[in-house]
């Protein structure tokens, strides 16, 4: 009796909405309210038993890369979704007819007695009449001002229309994507720039999750042009929303492929000179002329006297109140002298291990002149 007067009331809701079975990728049409079959204009047998994407062929949401899995991603997280505003083409009175709607969908989960997610609640709101208010707007705006400009740093503009599906690019994207003036982009072929992969799946993620919930999104990642070159580029989005509807996605796009590659030079021979320095049979270490507090010390102290780099990094008086007592006074003031002097120089004394035995040291000290002021650099061997 209440299964029957709820089925009832489902299918007298003013809203169109259809449930699903939660059996992905399928996803079983196993019911539909009258006001869905009116949208439609299709009957409860071409639906119920189908699976969706099947049941829709010309489904926007089959076609459109950005947001084709939301109904894989509600069952994977749990959680409610909301698809873009995508245009239909629905029928009137007649096959020959067809109307165009404006039309955006709300995926919520109902689960059983466990928590278990067994059915999808899917609702469609009618937004054509906001959709077309927003007709007027002129989506690509020119660049000739600034063009020059963007073009010497490498920036481009890039808009993704999603209520016509249109995605525009700057000629300076073009250029960075190494297609003819004349290629014009659409979600797919966008997609397809990322590298598969960890850089593709968090472009994904990004427009995404900034149509859902209108989050901004700043991302470096790496494509491949349409030579097959790879190209590190840094792109940035933002979506405009009107009325609770994302319309629109756009944003720049950088070209930092020159900086990243010098960063990863950088870090690279900064690798290999840490690999050479704790080759070198004596404690390398690095600290500030003014201060005496080391900045870097090699993983040779641990060998020669038996602390870790990180105990003697932690304490800025460490070097000093481990020199043994009747060094210290002439070891330290000595040092100080020719730092400031800026003279290189050379002395012995003696040091207290970590388990008390002493241990002869021979300091050699370069001093580095950075802007006229001293920076120290030694090494230190037992």
Known sequence: MIDNYLSQVFKSLPAPSLVLLADAPKFTIADVNDAY??????????????GFYE??????????????????KLVSDGLPNQSPVSKYL???????????????????PVRNEVGQIEHILRTVTDVTEVTLARQTHVPFTSEKFLSETLRIARVGSWEADLINEVINWSDIVREIHEVPADFQPDFFKTLDFYQPGEHRDAF??????????????????????????EKWIRITGKSEIVEGVCTR?????????ERKMAEQEA?????????????VDGIVWEADAATFEFRFISEQVRNILGYTPEEWLSDPAFW??????GDREQAVRYC???????????????????????????????????????????????
Request: charged fraction near 25%.
């Open 267 to 279: 870090l690279q021979s900064h690798r290999q000179f840490e690999s050479l320095i704790q080759t």
């Open 55 to 72: 049941a829709f062929p010309n489904n926007p949401y089959n076609r459109v890369a950005p947001w084709n899995n939301l109904l894989e």
């Open 90 to 108: 629905l029928p009137l009175n007649g096959e020959s007819e067809r109307n165009v709607k404006y039309l955006l969908a709300t995926n919520t």
């Open 249 to 257: 996605l756009y944003g720049v796009i950088h070209d930092i492929h």
């Open 37 to 50: 079959l009116e949208l439609v204009h299709m009957n409860r047998n071409e639906l119920i038993g189908n």
């Open 320 to 325: 000093q109140n481990h020199i043994y007592p």
């Open 336 to 382: 100080h002298r020719e730092t400031q002097e800026m003279r290189n120089h050379t002395f012995d004394y003696r040091m207290i291990r970590a388990d008390g035995g002493l241990v002869w040291i021979k300091d050699v000290v370069s001093v580095i002149r950075e802007a006229g002021k001293p920076r120290t650099p030694r090494e230190d061997r037992p």
């Open 204 to 229: 994904m993620r990004a427009v995404q999750e900034a149509i859902v919930t209108g989050k901004l999104f700043d991302l470096e990642l790496i494509i491949i042009t349409q030579k097959g070159r």
